[in-house]
């Protein structure tokens, strides 16, 4: 069985360590030997070739979990596709897109989707492991070397295709928050430099709402917005016949993810393959005709398998265990329980409040009386620019109603919608988290112990998100207001903080509201729902809560689709619009299943 090692750059911290803490413990160069080094960025380097087994105690010792000693499965005998470096992250097969079809990607972050896609799109020239490791790269160009390594399967016809030209890629990349730093202007000017049809760039604008928004500059559009910008530039680019979106929801409210999606489904075509990132279960379902699973291990190596039908995938997905070839990727199944949504047994209030109203700037909302009942948790639905976390910050007293009173003596801990800390840049996450350390539970779920010695300034955005959760939820409170908790975390960590919201409200008897735009997380958690309804950004008008079947209805009817749960993984699916099921569902009223 081969095995690497690997060192992942962006957790190294020798400062944070002593001062290479993994030279001074390693076995290896106790007895002379330079396993472990400095290497030219200033970080610990491993020398792959005489790592031995007795170097698992170093891999254990370094406190940011920053080295990986990696047993490759049996079957993996090709040499990767690219290498970061001569100990860093490999990517040993790619997902090849289908024509006429939405492929999807699955798997956790750090697993090498990114890095898949943008060998697909020609935007990385992979090295297949011998530029990182100093060797001689040859005289044939990448994609030639890329026919040659996938001869005899359906990857040597794609890049035949790329090299002959017969194949043009448009990529939307992941990071739109980037684009204002490399852009300035109005998102007009920017789709006109992809397209100079302004009848084309008018129809996908309206395709994807954000014709009112073409003459505003990139730098003050909302990131919503911007998201849908980068799919329409995406798509405008001419001649292309491949696709790429890298997690095009992210930012995006229910109804705009499920219009997005449709959107995207409706670009594949028998001359046009898409391909699709995207860590919304429920979305990926809906806009997927199959699905690549990605795995092994995060920041050290990752594979692509065979694509299946979305369904399947999923379902395979969740298992852990791909049976064809005999691989386990996780230890534990993720499973969903076949029971209707939980009816409301407490009827002791915990938070109440009469009709109340709020104008900010030229948004106006209004409030229906209602209350938070306590030991249960309410999820909050509803568009972006409606009002849902300018209710949260109501019930967290940080801005007051102009009409009308909330009623709520109780301590609360908010975890609020945008995460960027307003700590110090050079605070430690150990002095943030100095109560949820002594949580074993919180730190164990949420992965935190090798962030502890990391700067805040350090973290990615998926890692202060989790630094945030677990600081909100280690508080002594009755009331913990969550907003969007799911942001920035890949499927694996959105179930686990839907499991650990569930579970702590249960077992400690306390409430929780959260508000997200991914139904799985919101369906999961909630005994109550809350629904906010209205013209973004000019009214909102929220309800509830309401008990989950009754909210549910009401709030699916407006997106127009229905749900029902998968016979064999109990997961909550959208079924295909038009379908006999949908039909029936909708004929009984019954868009969210008993």
Known sequence: MRRIAVIEKDKCNPQGC????????SPGNRMGREVFVVGPDGKAQVNEEICTDAESITVKKCP???IHMVKLPEKLTEKPVHRFGVDGFS???LPVPVFGQVNGILGING???STAVKVIAQLLQPNFGLAAAGKA???????????????????????EKVRDGKIKVSMKPQAVDAIPKTFKGTAMQLLHKVCGDNKKIAAVA???DIGNVLETGINQVSGGELQRIAIAAAVLKSNANVYLFDEPTSYLDIKQRIKVSSFIRELAKPEIAVVAVEHDLIVMDYLADSVHIMYGEAGAYGISSKPRPARTAINTYLEGYIREDNMRFRQHEIKFEAKPPKKAISKESLVKWGSIGKKLG???FKIAAGELPKRHVIGVLGENGLGKTSFVKMLSGEIKPDNGEISANVRISYKPQYIHSTEPGDKRVTDMLARAQSDAQLMAKLELEPLLLKKVSELSGGELQRVMIARCLAEDADLYLLDEPAAYLDVEQRIAVSKLIRERMDVHGKTALVVDHDLLLIDYISDLLMVFEGQPAISGEANGPFEMEAGMNHFLKSLD????RDKDSNRPRINSPGSRLEREQKAEGRYYYS
């Open 18 to 25: 002593g001062g290479y803490l993994c030279i001074r413990v």
């Open 64 to 66: 940011f979990g920053a």
């Open 91 to 93: 990517l040993f097969s």
């Open 111 to 113: 697993i090498g989707k």
């Open 137 to 159: 790269d040859g005289e044939k160009k990448p994609v030639d070397k890329l026919i040659q390594m996938f001869k005899g399967s359906e990857a040597q016809v794609f890049f």
């Open 206 to 208: 309206e395709s994807l």
């Open 362 to 364: 030229t948004f106006r």
């Open 561 to 564: 689709i229905t749900l029902r």
